[in-house]
């Protein structure tokens, strides 16, 4: 079978998306790797071939930043990599609607590598969830509309949609009906979402989904997914360094997106300036890096976390799956601060699992006294460590589940080749 992986090519998406794509060339399928030029070494690390979005005309498709504004370049740049790759099957991330829809044009199973949370309705159960920042009515319609809009501007919008009630329109009703949001299952919802892909996979634990809820059938846990590049030793050698100058414990903190919620900076400086505790802080895909000059922070941006992650006993982050997961998984607690996208659905996961401890965004009351409570509250470590072997024992496996739920995904191997399955007599509609 030939596989297609076009994820979006930042870390936390990309990874997991390697760790199936090597365990299914392992199983002696063909596999390559779609996305922007910068994910080109990670692509070879891993060992699997590789395809520059920009040579498609996909420049920025594949950045997790532009998501809801390149759908027509990605769905352009996946469609034509894909007739070339003659791709069977493609695996892309969650919120890559462009990608969704090339499978939909070249009819080709796609799955969906998700957060490690569900961000949408689910399909019955979750009565009484706190509802961070928005409801998950209210991101499933501006999702699904994101979607709408992307299928309106590739020229889909005038043919029936691959899966059921895939409209804005019927999404709203079913988001909005008695049924969907007191628990009973309705065909009209969640499990006919096309956000979902043929299968979407979380990356996380059941304990992290609200107690009682149901996910929509096509949804299904297979663990962590963890792969990252190799770190430079003489890169982990002066991190070292810098760490020994100061001597303090470290505390890793991992900056996401802020979506308009201001700069962590100032926070991030009154924290580690004069106090117990030192921080490696990773940029991320932030901007506008203002540490001061007086502080205990040491700034960096790699490839990796794992590493930055073991040299600490406490780990800082807006609540993004990577740094999450990375953190678990090595029994770190976590302080959880959370702004926008799927941030605060997971750090109220976290709160609620009793791994993780909320940071409030602002300087008051003491961030510093409350990071070093964290650091001493051995009950919270308790609970990092327990949550953590879950995750770790699926994660051992997890790569083989993807797998196997890739294949059964697959569609019988006697089907026409990828390039003769557009007959649906909407060619006017192809780029």
């Not at 009209?188 to 043929?198: F, M, V």
């Amino acid at each position: 079978m030939n596989i297609l992986l076009c994820p979006l090519s930042d870390g936390g998406y990309l990874y997991p998306a390697l760790a199936v794509g090597r365990e299914l060339r392992l199983r002696g399928h063909r596999v390559s790797v779609l996305g922007r030029a910068t994910a080109a070494p990670f692509a070879a690390e891993a060992g699997l071939p590789f395809a520059a979005a920009e040579e498609f005309g996909g420049e920025r498709a594949f950045s997790a930043a532009r998501w809801g504004i390149m759908g027509l370049a990605q769905y352009r740049a996946t469609v034509r990599a894909a007739r070339q790759a003659r791709a069977d099957l493609l695996v892309t991330s969650v919120l890559c609607n462009g990608a969704l829809l090339a499978a939909e044009t070249l009819d080709v199973p796609v799955v969906v590598i998700g957060l490690s949370i569900h961000l949408w309705t689910y399909r019955s159960g979750g009565e009484g969830e706190p509802q961070y920042g928005r409801t998950r009515e209210n991101r499933t319609l501006e999702t699904l509309a994101l979607y709408q809009a992307t299928r309106e501007e590739v020229g889909l919008s005038a043919r029936p949609s691959r899966w059921p009630r895939a409209t804005v329109a019927a999404a709203t009703s079913a988001a909005t009906s008695t049924a969907t949001v007191t628990g009973s299952a309705n065909a009209d919802g969640p499990d006919g979402s096309p956000l979902l892909g043929d299968a979407l996979l979380l990356r996380g634990d059941p304990e992290l989904e609200h107690p009682g809820a149901e996910l929509p059938q096509r949804v299904h846990h297979v663990g962590p997914l963890p792969w990252e590049p190799a770190a430079d030793p003489g890169e982990l050698d002066a991190v070292d360094a810098a760490l020994a100058r100061s001597g303090k414990p470290v505390v890793y903190v991992h900056l996401g997106r802020f979506f308009g919620g201001g700069t962590p900076w100032p926070r991030l400086n009154a924290t580690f300036t004069g106090g117990r505790y030192q921080a490696v802080v990773e940029q991320g895909r932030t901007a506008g890096p203002c540490p001061a000059p007086d502080a205990d922070i040491l700034l960096v941006r790699k490839p990796w976390l794992g590493p930055l992650v073991d040299r600490a006993g406490l780990v800082l982050t807006a609540g993004t799956s990577a740094p999450v997961l990375g953190a678990l998984l090595r029994g770190r607690p976590l302080g959880v601060t959370p702004n926008g996208s799927e941030q605060p659905v997971l750090a109220g996961a976290l709160l609620r699992s009793g791994a993780a401890v909320h940071l409030p965004r602002t300087g008051e009351p003491d961030q510093a006294g409350l990071v070093d409570a964290a650091w001493r509250d051995d009950r919270l470590r308790s609970h990092a460590h327990r949550l953590g072997r879950r995750l770790a024992d699926a994660a051992a496996d997890g790569p083989r589940r993807a797998a196997d739920l890739v294949e059964q995904t697959a569609r019988p191997s006697d089907r026409q080749p990828a390039t003769s399955r557009e007959n649906h007599g909407y060619s006017i509609s192809r780029p």
